[in-house]
């Protein structure tokens, strides 16, 4: 094989992990968030992997997007609980969730006052219906209940 071969077998190879994992390919932006209430921490930035550029950030059925929170804690915590769910009149927990922080989202234990970054694989399920959801994330010490962090933010399944 020849050179010019080599680069073009090595783009296709490229190219065809790409369309198997299309959500590596998706861009990691900043995303708009709000606070839940004022007692609890929110993040300092949030990030997601999403398919748009602008906007509420569009995720993909059948796809695994990535979400990151970087933020400060205001105490101490070994044990941490992940819980997102839909933010409408009821809220429903997101099915098949890992709610074990500590399991490989987040470094524990958590150390109040440092920097701490929240990263976390969102599957998007094909039988969840498109449209815009509005949802809320919380991230408590699984000891006390206490509230590490919490935000707000929307996501348009498509």
């Known amino acids: 094989m020849n050179r010019g071969s080599i680069s073009m077998l090595l783009v296709a190879v490229i190219f065809v992990m790409v369309l198997l994992e299309p959500s590596h390919g998706f861009a990691r932006r900043r995303i708009k968030f709000k606070r839940c209430h004022r007692e609890v921490r929110m993040p300092k930035a949030l990030f997601m992997t999403c398919a748009n550029k602008h906007g509420i950030c569009e995720l993909r059925k059948g796809q695994t997007h990535i979400l990151r929170a970087v933020f400060i804690p205001n105490h101490n915590a070994t044990t941490v609980d992940s819980h997102v769910r839909w933010n409408s009149w009821l809220e ?62 929307q996501i348009n399944i498509k």
């Open 92 to 153: 429903i927990p997101l099915p098949n969730q890992e709610r074990d922080a500590c399991n490989s989202a987040i470094k524990c234990p958590v150390i109040k006052n440092h920097i701490t970054r929240f990263t976390y694989n969102l599957h998007i399920e094909d039988f969840w219906p498109r449209k815009v959801y509005p949802v809320i994330w919380t991230l408590s010490d699984k000891d006390t209940d206490e509230e590490l962090l919490c935000f707000k933010f």
